[in-house]
């Protein structure tokens, strides 16, 4: 379902540029917004649709739960669990390095969450954040 998604051409006033790839996204991918009829997946709530950067979705699916439901800071047990999924997106896209990706969506999800004045989740983003920031110069080293 993200593959299609993000391979949607739809213009959008909702537009968050950034030097990385972006694409159509739901913008709150979450279970709460997801619905099974026979079998299929549909998604509601799209008032937050619009052209994020690549990944934003997946992350946003990945890490918004663990913060609003578990309220868990594990970022690296969450990376671990879900690099499979993360690897064949991206690389779906012919993007092997996702990293920036998921510090570009770690930096605006900080920023939407400010907007909001959102205590609960700027936090945990603005954590994660820097949880890559050091992970992305430890590689670097």
Do not use: G, R, W
């Given at each position: 379902m993200l593959f299609t998604l993000s391979s949607?051409?739809?213009t959008s006033n909702r537009k968050y540029d950034s030097n990385l790839l972006s694409c159509f996204a739901h913008g709150d991918f979450c279970p709460w917004n997801m619905l099974?009829?026979?079998g299929m997946i549909e998604l509601f709530d799209w008032?937050?649709?619009g052209q994020y950067p690549l990944g934003y979705d997946l992350f946003t699916y990945i890490y918004q739960f663990e913060f609003l439901v578990k309220e868990k800071m594990r970022f690296d047990f969450l990376l671990?669990?879900?690099l499979?999924?993360?690897n064949r997106y991206f690389n779906y896209f012919e993007i092997f390095d996702w990293m920036p990706y998921l510090l570009?969506?770690?930096m605006l999800k900080y920023k939407l969450e400010?907007?909001?004045n959102n205590n609960v989740l700027m936090t945990p983003y603005l954590n994660l954040k820097n949880f890559i920031v050091?992970?992305?110069n430890k590689l670097q080293k």
């Open positions: 949607q051409h739809v099974i009829d026979e008032e937050l649709a671990n669990e879900n499979d999924i993360i570009e969506f770690s400010y907007e909001k050091h992970k992305m």
